[in-house]
């Protein structure tokens, strides 16, 4: 099976994390199954400047309204999702099962097909809504991982934080890389 992974963008504040994700895979030669909400894609080009255009030759790009995509299905095989940065609206519709969109249809077909799911919230503070939400993700075996960044590695800009997040992300999925360096005591 050819490495793939499924990555989700939605509205939050945080496009960052994705667009470092993508390079990452596509240094590493894994094919990347974008979908982007449309709120997600608007701020991805407000946050970086990047339009669809301008990705990797591995990001593949599924329409959030293509319920036909090969991601709507169990049967197409990919080594799990994330959705990175999550809006509490998207966190949401997954908590639900309600699928009438292509991303949150293909996080319900990672958990149901035992794949691991990842979701990086991104917005803040929370409230009980949120919080509820994310118990119920996480009770159907979603990892939920904040974008809370280490300081540990003693980070000099923007990047490291970025790079932290985005290592710890690789680990859940069993994707080795050295975007940080790893706590080994003092």
């Not at 997600?40 to 669809?52: D, F, M, Q, S």
């Not at 790009?61 to 299905?73: G, K, P, Q, R, V």
């Not at 994330?82 to 249809?105: E, K, Q, W």
């Not at 794949?115 to 075996?141: D, Q």
């Amino acid at each position: 099976m050819q490495k793939r992974l499924i990555i989700g963008v939605t509205g939050a504040s945080g496009s960052i994390y994705a667009t470092t994700l993508m390079n990452v895979l596509a240094s590493m030669d894994w094919q990347v199954e974008l979908i982007m909400t449309l709120t997600g894609e608007k701020v991805l080009a407000y946050e970086t400047g990047i339009e669809r255009s301008a990705f990797p030759e591995n990001v593949r790009i599924h329409e959030n309204d293509n319920l036909f995509s090969a991601l709507a299905s169990g049967s197409y095989r990919t080594a799990g999702m994330v959705v990175i940065p999550c809006s509490m609206n998207t966190l949401g519709l997954m908590a639900t099962g309600t699928g009438d969109h292509l991303l949150a249809r293909a996080a319900q077909v990672t958990l149901k097909e035992r794949c691991p799911l990842v979701v990086v919230p991104r917005e803040m503070p929370y409230n009980i809504i949120h919080l509820e939400n994310m118990l119920r993700l996480a009770r159907a075996g979603a990892t939920i991982m904040p974008a809370s960044p280490g300081f540990y590695h003693q980070p000099k800009e923007i990047q490291d934080l970025v790079n932290h997040v985005v290592g710890k992300t690789l680990d859940q999925f069993g994707i080795e890389n050295t975007l940080f360096r790893r706590w080994n005591g003092v």
